[in-house]
């Protein structure tokens, strides 16, 4: 479950905002590196995703594992609750699929709010029906049996180019992804807000004509 009220606010808040205004904010606030690499995309154009990061390290294994190879993958899902975004790691070079339908299925049975996955993925046309928010940096149809597996889970990983800590937030569309340190989110939020709501304007003015230049010298908004 959501830990509290707050967080459902935040959530909520975190959903109305662009990550394009997010990362801006935080560029400002020196917080330089947390945007995701580009090879992280949506699985449609219009997926949009906000919720509370679980983080996940995956890697690359070249045999079957003695025992189930599925252990600790399906200990990482069992481990989503209502608010969270699965964001998994996957080291190595391996074409082994770590996210597919029947665990976007089960995440969304336990209320999280997607999943972001530095590897690949399958069954994305089912998932796509399911309406679930998925990222991905590529698609393959092989299991992970022998070929990836978990290595842990709630922990700090580092995910196309970002770290990400455990509660720390996530928010994207088409643009991409960025990560928000947990520490610092209300004030991102209030910021981005307030953000948004002067582009609306300066939006207004150029479509009625004023110079781009003396806005932004105004505004500082581009």
Partial sequence: MLRNQNDTEVIRRLSNVYPAVVGDIMDRMGYTNQVMHPRIQPIRNDVKIAGRCLPVSVRAVYEVPDGSPYDRLLDSVEALSAGDVYVASVQGDSIGAAWG??????????????????????????????????????????????????????????????????????????????????????????????????????????????????????????
């Fill in 101 to 222: 339908e029947l665990l976007s299925t089960a995440a969304l049975g336990s209320g999280a709010l997607g999943a972001v996955i530095d590897g690949a993925a399958r069954d994305i046309g089912k998932i796509d029906e399911l309406g679930f928010p998925l990222f991905c940096a590529a698609k393959s149809p092989a299991d992970s049996r022998g070929r990836i597996e978990v290595e842990y889970f709630g922990r700090s990983i580092r995910c196309a180019g970002v770290q990400v800590d455990l509660g720390d937030y996530i928010v994207g569309d088409w643009d991409g992804i960025v990560v928000i340190p947990s520490g610092i989110v209300s004030d991102v939020l209030d910021e981005a807000e307030q953000k948004s709501s002067g582009e609306d304007e300066v939006r207004a003015r150029l479509l009625a004509g004023e110079s781009v230049r003396k806005i932004f010298e105004e505004t500082g908004i581009l």
